[in-house]
């Protein structure tokens, strides 16, 4: 009888396991996969307050604010890798989740593959060390807005501020300056009918705001040097 019940509770775990890389497409290091990183994958576009039409590949915010916390709070995770390939998507579910990550004191290392777009950046700058593939782009422009429109003075502003929120976290979770972003979000010849740029991997390195080119096993190995190192940024 307890073989029966052992063998049901392994099955359990394994359709949980499953559940969980099909629903949100993480690795759980609590199941079969035992592992100290955390890995967690940020793709598609980022699903704020609004849902996104089905045909969409959406990461859905309210599904990773849990994940995260559990990094913070699960004595076996020592640190967590956090994959990007994202066009962007609702900014303050963006925000959200880049303050949650910045705000973990085990420590964090992203990598952009592919591309890191949009709100995008501001996760990717969000972890104590970035990484970003050589062939990834990142594309830095002013902030969207879709809807109903009330063309008052105060929408204009509410959306400067927002803005200024989005570059105010970028300056302060990287290298780069505020000037040299604020060109590039609002540069009108780089990128065809529309505002801003796109830059490839070693133009993000270069003006500072990734750390450095690298893919998966640079990431990993920078990631267990400094858990073995116990660094983490301030």
Not at 53 to 71: G, R
């Amino acid at each position: 009888m307890s073989e029966e019940k052992e063998k049901k509770s392994c099955n359990e775990d394994n359709t949980n396991a499953t559940d969980i890389i099909k629903e949100l497409g993480l690795i759980s290091s609590g199941n079969n996969f035992k592992s100290e990183l955390q890995y967690i994958n940020i793709i598609g576009s980022i699903e704020g307050h609004s849902v996104l039409p089905q045909d969409n590949k959406t990461t859905k915010y309210e599904h990773l604010i849990p994940e995260l916390i559990s990094v913070e709070e699960n004595p076996d995770i020592k640190g967590l890798l956090l994959i990007l390939n994202t066009v962007g998507g609702d900014v303050e579910a963006g925000l959200a989740l880049s303050e949650l990550v910045a705000g973990i004191t085990k420590p964090t290392v992203s990598l952009v593959i592919g591309g890191g777009h949009s709100i995008g950046i501001p996760l990717a700058v969000s972890a104590d060390y970035s990484f970003v593939a050589k062939s990834a782009t990142m594309t830095l422009h002013p902030i969207r807005t879709s809807g109903t429109l009330i063309t008052a003075e105060p929408t204009f502003e509410y959306m400067k501020k927002t803005q200024e929120r989005v570059v105010d976290f970028i300056v302060s979770h990287s290298h780069a300056k505020k000037e040299d972003i604020e060109e590039k979000m609002n540069c009108t010849s780089n990128m065809a009918n529309d505002v801003g740029t796109l830059l490839f991997g070693p133009e993000a390195v270069e003006m500072g705001l990734i750390d450095e080119i690298g893919s998966l096993n640079a990431a990993l190995k920078k990631l267990r040097e400094m858990i073995d190192n116990n660094s983490h940024k301030e």
